[in-house]
Nanobody, 126 residues
């Protein structure tokens, strides 16, 4: 059974860095595309980044380009989101997701992904 567990969220000052981890069991991270989403209080869930299963192609939300990097370690079966130069507007719960119908041709959209973790809180504040 596929299980997804995010970790690494924390309280960090503006300009700081964090690396989120998405530990996967029951399914190889190499098999499907994977994505990170986030949801801030009172806002809709938005796609942050994705990595394709065929060619490791990646996509990013415009506001995180140059600051966030998605990657996956196939040996450890973990998907990462490295975040740097964090801003208060990055504050949100971050979710990892996947699914057999998900591709990575554009910024990920929630309806394309069917398996989700429980999320990890990232707070960027002085």
């Amino acid at each position: 059974q596929l299980q997804i567990v995010e970790s690494g969220g924390d309280l960090v000052q503006p300009g700081g860095s964090l690396t989120l981890s998405c530990a996967v069991s029951g399914w190889p991270v190499s098999a499907w595309s994977w994505a990170w989403f986030r949801q801030a209080p009172g806002k809709e869930r938005e796609g942050v980044s994705c990595i394709g299963y065929l060619d490791d192609g990646v996509k990013y939300l415009d506001s995180v380009k140059g600051r966030f990097t998605i990657s996956r370690d196939k040996a450890k079966n973990i998907v990462y989101l490295q975040m740097s130069n964090l801003k208060p507007e990055d504050t949100a719960i971050y979710f990892c997701a996947t699914g057999p119908k998900a591709g990575c041709y554009d910024v990920p959209r929630p309806f394309e992904y069917e398996s989700w973790g429980q999320g990890t809180q990232v707070t960027v504040s002085p």
